[in-house]
């Protein structure tokens, strides 16, 4: 692998141009568009075995990255957000190989880096840095601040002890703290003072990339726009690409010139921060944002998604992966509900199948059996559907349930109310700008492409 840290004129201990601003928001033509890419990712894959017994045998796999591609550009921020579980942190540390990746190729600078190992892997890790959630995990008690800060240095060959000091001194000067500090230990830092000793030690070796794993989320709100603040300063100082990990949409639009938004181990839409966050294409990211924007807020449509429950990433749904959840499912062709009646039919399958059941039809809960017309109110449902067979299906399912018999009433759901979006994988569509893996955006499949006012 080729090492450009030294054609680059940005040492820590070389002072850049300071006329910088701290809002990524308005500057992020920053990064043009034929700029070199730094990292990149396609098809990964990392997957987690779940054994049992003494043998240790394979009976699953926790699918916790599955087929991720992306790529960032030198000095370009880029973040990957959604829910808790969705395989952002293994795909940051994979993306470092401090996770073993299970398949794709990931490229760094333009080689790749699956197969390093020894001072080739060393030299990878020197110029792409990970900063950690929790500042308190990243430093030994018993090290001074400045020893912290110092050791990759002296660990990566430099012998020259002033030299260290130095830049030590400097570059903690520029994450606002003193050189003062130097002598003094972890525990006399704040949180926020101890996420800025720890970027200083992720800069110190004048990386290329720095993986931020949701590095503002362990601090509170005044003192986490502080440290924002400072990553953004620095990355632009330093013109270091940044891939940030976070599960907070507006740390990420502040912060991110792109972003992935991540559902079950796959990126679902990836695009410009403002163009996926203005006009979110894909229905899981408007569920993450909670509303479709509007340029009227009184105007703003709520989205919500059918059921609360993440499915089991090591038994992820056919088809789409979020089609369970989905407040945009796709209705058989041959069936013609009205939008509100479809999405409450659809939330009554889903919440069945996840064991979502409402307290009132808990077929356990109660002295008395449940009555049809106690299912029908707890769903919503209405004692009449204009659509023979999804009548007939409901109609079944609920006198499946007031029986207690949940598994036939799932079955019955899944006949009536067939979908493609469980049916077949979605590929990233072709009919939007920017890549959305949603069947919606499929032109070979009878479903309208969402629209936002
Ligand atoms: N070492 C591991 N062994 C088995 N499963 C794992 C391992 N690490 C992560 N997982 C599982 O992989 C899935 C993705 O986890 P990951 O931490 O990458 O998600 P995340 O989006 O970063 O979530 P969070 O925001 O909670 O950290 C989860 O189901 C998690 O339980």
């Given at each position: 692998m080729t090492d450009h840290s030294t054609d680059r004129s940005r040492s820590p201990a070389v002072q850049p141009d300071h006329d910088t601003q701290s809002d990524a928001a308005g500057d992020r033509a920053a990064v043009p568009d034929d700029s070199h890419p730094l990292l990149e990712v396609e098809n990964l894959e990392t997957h987690f075995p779940?054994?049992?017994?003494?043998?240790?045998?394979?009976?699953?796999?926790?699918?916790?990255?599955?087929?991720?591609?992306?790529?960032i550009r030198d000095g370009e921020a880029f973040g990957l957000v959604g829910e808790s579980g969705s395989g952002k942190?293994?795909?940051?540390?994979?993306?470092l190989r401090l996770e073993e990746p299970t398949g794709g190729e990931i490229r760094f600078d333009g080689d790749s880096i699956m197969s390093l190992s020894g001072a080739d892997l060393r030299a990878f890790r020197r110029r792409a840095q990970l900063v950690v959630q929790d500042p308190n995990e990243a430093f030994n008690p018993r090290l001074t601040i400045g020893q912290a800060v110092a050791e990759p240095l002296a660990l990566h060959g430099m012998d020259d002890a002033d030299r260290r000091q130095a830049i030590v001194t400097d570059l903690l000067e520029r994450v606002g703290l003193s050189a003062d500090d130097v002598d003094r230990y972890p525990h006399e830092f704040s949180g926020g003072e101890k996420q800025r000793i720890?970027?200083?030690?992720?800069?110190?070796l004048n990386p290329d990339l720095i993986v931020a794993d949701e590095p503002t989320s362990a601090l509170d709100g005044r003192v986490q726009?502080?440290?924002?603040?400072?990553?953004?300063?620095?990355?632009?100082?330093?013109?270091?690409?940044?891939?940030?990990?976070?599960?907070?949409?507006?740390?990420?639009?502040?912060?991110?010139?792109?972003?992935?938004?991540?559902?079950?181990?796959?990126?679902?839409?990836?695009?410009?921060?403002?163009?996926?966050?203005?006009?979110?294409?894909?229905?899981?990211?408007?569920?993450?944002?909670?509303?479709?924007p509007s340029l009227d807020p009184s105007d703003r449509e709520l989205v919500r998604p059918l059921t609360d429950t993440i499915p089991d990433p090591s038994d992820p749904p056919s088809g789409c992966r979020f089609h369970t959840r989905c407040p945009e499912l796709i209705p058989p062709e041959d069936v013609d509900l009205d939008r509100e009646l479809w999405q409450t039919i659809a939330a009554f399958r889903f919440t069945l199948q996840a064991d979502e059941l409402p307290a009132a039809i808990e077929p356990d809960a109660g002295t008395t059996a449940v009555d049809e017309a106690t299912v029908r109110e707890t769903f919503g449902l209405p004692s009449d559907i204009p659509d023979e067979r999804v009548d007939r299906g409901v109609d079944d399912a609920v006198d499946a349930i007031v029986r207690g018999d949940l598994e036939v009433a799932r079955d019955r759901l899944a006949e009536a109310i067939p979908t493609v979006c469980e049916r077949s994988t979605p590929s990233d569509g072709t009919d939007c700008e920017r890549p959305v893996r949603c069947h919606r955006y499929d032109p070979s499949v009878d479903a309208e492409p969402l629209s936002w006012p």
């Open positions: 779940i054994t049992r017994g003494l043998l240790r045998r394979e009976v699953g796999r926790v699918r916790a990255v599955d087929g991720v591609s992306f790529e942190t293994t795909t940051a540390l994979s993306a720890a970027i200083a030690r992720a800069l110190v726009s502080d440290v924002l603040a400072l990553l953004d300063e620095l990355r632009r100082e330093f013109d270091i690409a940044v891939l940030f990990i976070s599960h907070d949409i507006d740390v990420v639009r502040r912060f991110c010139d792109r972003i992935g938004v991540m559902y079950l181990g796959e990126i679902v839409e990836q695009g410009p921060t403002d163009e996926v966050l203005e006009a979110p294409a894909h229905p899981y990211t408007r569920t993450l944002l909670g509303s479709v």
